[in-house]
Structure formats: C-alpha cells, structure tokens
Nanobody, 132 residues
C-alpha cells in the first residue's frame, strides 16, 4: 500500500521553529494536492496547509491554501524534482503540539477546504511538541 514518510518532528520551545518533510518513496504520482494535517488525541484530524501538485484543480500548480490557525506562521512547499513536501513552522505555540501527518489527494477539489476525507494516501505521522 502506498505510503508517505514524514520526518523532522521533535520538541521545541514556544517561539521556535521546526521544519517537517514528507517523502513519497516509490510513488510516481501523488494526485492533485498534497497537504499537512495534525491530530491531538481525542480530537478530529485538522487540515493545516495544502498545495496543488497537478493541473486539473482549477488553480495553477503550486497554489497554496492555509487554515486560519497557521496562516502567516506555517509555509507549505513542494520540490517536484525530489518528490518531497515540506512544512516550515515558525513562531510555534503550545497549541501546535500534535501528531503531524502528510497526505495526498486524488480529488480535484482537494485545495479548499482542507479536510481529511478528501485525502487517500497518508504517512505514519511525526510528533511535534511545543513547550512554554
């Protein structure tokens, strides 16, 4: 089963930064969008940022979308040559503590809103912990 592989999680103090990466080993096609989600135990998975990866969404390749809680602090990017996805997280706050997942979508309406039911390929997650 196709899977994505996240890395870069860890522990940081509030105000710090982390950079998450997501690789797609063995995948030559990841669909119309890739995105980052996070989940806290007992809560629903929350979409954070998405980026278009193929034509067909109605937006140019590389178009980004962000959820309000991370707008202006997080930046999603994709290296098509390396087939990797990155999430640069700045000005981290304790509320950002969660398991972070990358995902890929085969749906054309994947960019907005960023909801987990639109995404069909997932990674195993990487933990991010922000302390005060």
């Amino acid at each position: 089963q196709a899977r994505l592989v996240e890395s870069g999680g860890g522990s940081v103090q509030a105000g710090g930064s982390l950079r998450l990466s997501c690789a797609a080993p063995g995948l030559s096609y990841v669909g119309y969008c890739m995105a980052w989600f996070r989940q806290v135990s007992g809560k629903e998975r929350e979409g954070l940022a998405a980026i278009t990866t193929q034509v067909g969404t109605g937006r140019p390749i590389g178009t980004e979308s962000y959820a309000d809680p991370v707008q202006g602090r997080f930046t999603i990017s994709r290296d098509n040559a390396q087939n990797t996805l990155t999430l640069q997280m700045n000005n981290l706050i304790p509320e950002d503590t969660a398991m972070y997942y990358c995902a890929a979508s085969a749906r054309r309406d994947c960019l907005q809103p960023i909801i987990s039911s639109k995404y069909n390929i997932w990674g195993q997650g990487t933990q991010v912990t922000v302390s005060t």
